[in-house]
T-cell receptor
Framework: TQLLEQSPQFLSIQEGENLTVYCNSS?????LQWYRQEPGEGPVLLVT?????EVKKLKRLTFQFGDARKDSSLHITAAQPGDTGLYLC???????????FGTGTRLQVTL | KAGVTQTPRYLIKTRGQQVTLSCSPI?????VSWYQQTPGQGLQFLFE???????NKGNFPGRFSGRQFSNSRSEMNVSTLELGDSALYLC??????????????FGNGTRLTVT
């Protein structure tokens, strides 16, 4: 059973476009993390959100945790080719060392 | 500061064999978690070790086992390999085992192919 569903699964956009990736669950998480994974490498943590309704910005990336702590979104403004990769959300319940990962969104940004 | 190191990077084994993968965490990190990544199932939690004790275990058969040494280095073992065990095995270290804000630092994984 996949507890965290991400949409869309694949996204191919041109440089300069905006996009939003969604991470949804029927379960409540105590925190949610977003990772980016590039080919041949492990996932790299982008952000952790803890409080319901929390919004965090990381340069052109904006992360939001839903009020009920069941969902999250990642918005990228003016995407660049360097944003290409697999974006993964991961929810923690109790201990953050045991994460439930989302299904992933593969983003490709072309010139 | 050196990152998480996993060895080997690539491994090819035959059905029925057993394999041992190694993970060296970031210096000072006492928690090591293992994940299996496949195209169909995504990233799935295998187990977590903290101070040489297994704290959490995912839904994998007993053929998957692990251990952690006093220097926090960890190994995972898979016995009686099956074709479905082909995957990228990722190790992640963390400074703490408990707490909702403990970040995971992943290695680049070991790509296991079972033929």
């Amino acid at each position: 059973t996949q507890l965290l569903e991400q949409s869309p699964q694949f996204l191919s956009i041109q440089e300069g476009e905006n996009l939003t990736v969604y991470c949804n669950s029927s379960s409540v998480f105590s925190s949610l993390q977003w990772y980016r994974q590039e080919p041949g490498e492990g996932p790299v943590l982008l952000v952790t959100v803890v409080t319901g309704g929390e919004v965090k910005k990381l340069k052109r990336l904006t992360f939001q945790f839903g009020d009920a702590r069941k969902d999250s979104s990642l918005h990228i403004t003016a995407a660049q080719p360097g944003d290409t990769g697999l974006y993964l959300c991961a929810g923690a319940r109790g201990t953050a060392s045991k994460l439930t990962f989302g299904t992933g969104t593969r983003l490709q940004v072309t010139l | 500061k050196a990152g998480v190191t996993q060895t080997p990077r690539y491994l090819i084994k035959t059905r029925g064999q057993q394999v041992t993968l190694s993970c060296s965490p970031i210096s000072g990190h006492r928690s090591v978690s293992w994940y299996q990544q496949t195209p169909g199932q995504g990233l799935q939690f295998l187990f977590e070790y903290f101070s040489e004790t297994q704290r959490n275990k995912g839904n994998f058969p007993g053929r998957f086992s692990g251990r952690q040494f006093s220097n926090s280095r960890s190994e995972m073992n898979v016995s009686t390999l099956e074709l479905g065990d082909s995957a990228l095995y990722l190790c992640a270290s963390s400074p703490r085992a408990a707490g909702t804000n403990s970040p995971l630092h992943f290695g680049n994984g070991t790509r296991l192919t079972v033929t």
